[in-house]
């Protein structure tokens, strides 16, 4: 192991760490395995069970191989198959939700599932147990090739021990495992989904785990039940990371920003319900509007937790400056600031078009883009500015800055393209009830994909402005004074 004696959040660097890399690796396992399975059920791919299986297993030993080598490299090569094998575990337990659907008696289409928690198979009880096993050999397996394909000199900053580094390490893959769920909704609002199931917590009556595959063929049925299943993935990621936060983290603000991300995805759950229940468009739009909030909120969190952001703080306070970068601290918060709660007003004016197909707020949202796309490239360069920070904040502001610019730069364009497929393409209506699906068909699908990916673009926007934001707000509590 490393022989770095003191890890930022005070913790041995000496004593290695097995909690942390197993929850890491086995729940981004599983993200990748869960957009896998997405990709392999597509309407109209139509891969046999065998083929989707064998890709998901080649996906968890993947997964596992570079766990084992991640490990190696940084200097616990031993660690390799004893993480491999709990994050497999953990990787083949959390892909049950989705698995299940294979395990139930499948309906023909235009019947309905059995109800509740009936329909299981009694080869169920066979392959729950053994798909675990495997997620624990190939687990193990994967771990050992990976940590001797890996294996390396110790590096001197003992990436691989403390519990600091794994748990922000989490709350990026809770992050990154939030960006298929707000896709998701953004094609099922794109598409008029949103009414395609119903009934909740149930789906058509069934457990909502337990819904057959053989019914996921029509394309809004398979939008929606995916975007149900995703959330309860995130839900599950965001309750590991505020219990391992609770258990490793000193900061109490901290520790009550994950308790309310873990209140604030049950929330979001919720809303999505009563959503389907009422046949509310404004709680639509509520649940659209605080999805990408609730994406933002996690990025910030992700920025608290990060090696740059807790270096503010350890690193010394004052940093000399030439007279005139003295205040570009201070400039840079406001402006990142000001573009962050601008984005705010931005996504409101997009969702009440998306979900009402009003005019007003469509014009403002365009007008607002002018002024966002010039105080989004400021703010991406003064985010890139780094000479008032330490080392690692500054690679995290300029990382953040690049992102900022790059995707203000993509929406640019997305947003002329939405603009001309809104007005040559068809009329916003309400999302049609399970029966009327077939008779009111979903817009074409260019002007599908292209509001999706706009949508999908803007929380990139939004979660780069929020971790911008937390780090400048940072950054300028430092006060760099003038070079004598």
């Known amino acids: 192991m490393t022989t770095q004696r003191l890890h930022l959040d005070g913790v041995d660097a000496t004593k290695p760490i097995r909690s942390g890399p197993i929850l890491v690796y086995g729940f981004g396992t599983a993200v990748a395995m869960w957009c896998a399975w997405l990709l392999t059920h597509i309407p109209g791919v139509d891969l046999s069970p065998p083929i989707v299986g064998g890709v998901l297993l080649a996906v968890l030993a993947a997964g596992m191989v570079f766990a084992g080598w991640s490990l190696a490299r940084g200097g616990a090569p031993r660690l390799g198959w004893i993480v491999g094998a709990g994050a497999g575990t953990l990787a083949a337990a959390i892909n049950l939700l989705v698995l299940a659907s294979y395990l139930v008696e499948q309906a023909r289409p235009g019947t309905k599932p059995a109800e509740g928690f009936e329909g299981l198979t009694p080869a169920a009880a066979i392959y729950i147990p053994g798909f675990l096993l495997a997620g624990a050999v190939i687990g193990a397996l994967g771990g050992l090739i990976g940590s001797v394909v890996g294996k390396s000199p110790p590096p001197p900053d003992g990436n691989y021990a403390g519990h600091g580094r794994w748990?922000?390490?989490?709350?990026?893959?809770?992050?990154?495992?939030?960006?298929?769920?707000?896709?998701?909704?953004?094609?099922?609002?794109?598409?008029?989904?949103?009414?395609?199931?119903?009934?909740?917590?149930?789906?058509?009556?069934?457990n909502m785990f337990l819904f057959p595959v053989s019914l996921m063929s029509h394309p809004r049925v398979f939008l929606e039940h995916s975007h149900r299943l995703f959330g309860a993935m995130v839900g599950l990621s965001v309750l590991a990371l505020m219990i391992y936060t609770l258990r490793v983290e000193k900061r109490r603000w901290v520790r009550g920003w994950m308790i309310v991300l873990f209140v604030a995805v049950c929330v979001q759950g919720v809303?999505?319900?009563?959503?389907?229940?009422?046949?509310?468009?404004?709680?639509?739009?509520?649940?659209?509007?605080?999805?990408?909030?609730?994406?933002?909120?996690?990025?910030?969190?992700?920025?608290?937790?990060?090696?740059?952001?807790?270096?503010?703080?350890?690193?010394?306070?004052?940093?000399?400056l030439p007279p005139d970068e003295v205040r570009h601290p201070r400039k840079r918060r406001i402006v990142v600031v000001a573009l962050f709660h601008l984005l705010i007003v931005q996504l409101i004016m997009g969702a009440w078009y998306r979900h009402t197909g009003q005019n007003h707020p469509l014009y403002t949202h365009v007008a607002l883009a002018v002024v966002i796309v010039i105080l989004g490239f400021i703010g991406g360069m003064m985010l890139r500015w780094t000479r008032d920070l330490p080392d690692p904040a500054a690679r995290l502001s300029r990382r953040l800055g690049t992102g900022l610019l790059g995707c203000i730069l993509l929406q640019f364009g997305l947003g002329w393209l939405v603009l001309g497929l809104v007005f040559t393409g068809t009329?916003?209506?309400?999302?049609?009830?399970?029966?009327?699906?077939?008779?009111?068909?979903?817009?074409?699908?260019?002007?599908?994909?292209?509001?999706?990916?706009?949508?999908?673009?803007?929380?990139?926007?939004?979660?780069f402005a929020a971790a911008g934001t937390v780090l400048a707000r940072g950054a300028s509590r430092r006060k760099p004074v003038e070079q004598p």
């Open 167 to 206: 748990l922000a390490r989490l709350s990026l893959v809770s992050t990154v495992a939030a960006l298929p769920l707000i896709i998701l909704g953004g094609f099922v609002t794109s598409t008029a989904s949103g009414m395609a199931v119903p009934g909740w917590p149930d789906s058509y009556g069934a």
């Open 271 to 320: 809303l999505g319900g009563l959503r389907v229940v009422q046949n509310s468009t404004a709680l639509a739009t509520v649940h659209g509007i605080l999805a990408q909030l609730f994406f933002a909120a996690l990025a910030a969190g992700t920025t608290y937790l990060t090696l740059g952001y807790r270096t503010l703080k350890a690193s010394p306070p004052v940093t000399s």
């Open 427 to 463: 009329v916003k209506e309400a999302a049609p009830l399970a029966h009327e699906m077939d008779s009111k068909p979903p817009p074409p699908r260019s002007q599908v994909l292209a509001a999706t990916v706009h949508q999908a673009n803007g929380a990139l926007i939004i979660a």
